[in-house]
């Protein structure tokens, strides 16, 4: 089925750890984005790049970093992991509207 | 960007018509107000989004004021499956590129759908 896919969808991660969250998505579309949910919070968005060789920050950056490996694929890396990391992270694309993937959930102890 | 106000909860009976309202009392002429439903800790999901007329599909229908200060989104026969947290954004069109049509989601509101 055509969609937004993330990996892995849980991760324990002790404060420091290094991790790449990736996402790819096979509709063609030019734009995709980095968010994260905290609990009873709206989406923020970290990163976005509007096409493949560009990237954006949005709203809250500081601790990622994101990499637009190609039109497919668009991956965020936490160098140094600490507990305020800890959210549920959503990749979208988007071309008319917006595709979610499912989501990964990070815990950082 | 305009900003929107929404209730944190509602309740709805199962078969019932559920009326969410939103507020968009800044919004531009060159911008849509886009529904989007979150259930349970899933992706977002797009319901419905309109300019100025009402609009309708299978999931629901958009009622838009006159003057495009508020609206309404309206799931018509709500059940069980539509409890989730529904998000009204007001934004230009997301086909445009760079930042105008990136989606900024603010607290929603949570519907709760009861048998």
């Known amino acids: 089925n055509a969609g937004v896919t993330q990996t892995p969808k849980f991760q324990v991660l002790k404060t420091g750890q290094s991790m790449t969250l990736q996402c790819a998505q096979d509709m063609n579309h030019n734009s995709m984005y980095w968010y994260r949910q905290d609990p009873g919070m709206g989406l923020r968005l970290i990163y976005y790049?509007?096409?493949?060789?560009?990237?954006d920050k949005g709203e809250v950056p500081n601790g990622y970093n994101v990499s637009r490996l190609n039109k497919r694929e668009f991956s965020l890396r936490l160098e140094s992991a600490a507990p305020s990391q800890t959210s549920v992270y959503f990749c979208?694309?988007?071309?008319?509207?917006?595709?979610f993937g499912s989501g990964t959930r990070l815990t950082v102890v | 960007d305009a900003k929107t106000t929404q209730p944190p909860s509602m309740d709805c009976a199962e078969g019932r018509a559920a009326n969410l309202p939103c507020n968009h009392s800044?919004?531009?002429?060159?911008?849509?107000v886009y529904w989007y439903r979150q259930i349970h800790s899933q992706g977002p999901q797009y319901i419905i989004h309109?300019?100025?007329n009402n609009e309708t599909n299978e999931m629901a229908s958009l009622i838009i004021t006159e003057d495009r200060k508020s609206s309404t989104l309206i799931l018509p026969h709500a059940t069980l499956r539509d409890t989730a947290v529904y998000y009204c954004i007001v934004r230009v069109a997301l086909n445009y590129g760079g930042s105008q049509g990136n989606l900024i989601f603010g607290k929603g509101t949570k519907l709760s759908v009861k048998p």
């Open positions: 800044t919004i531009s002429g060159n911008e849509y």
């Open positions: 979208a694309s988007r071309r008319y509207g917006y595709t």
């Open positions: 309109g300019l100025k």
């Open positions: 790049s509007a096409s493949e060789g560009t990237t």
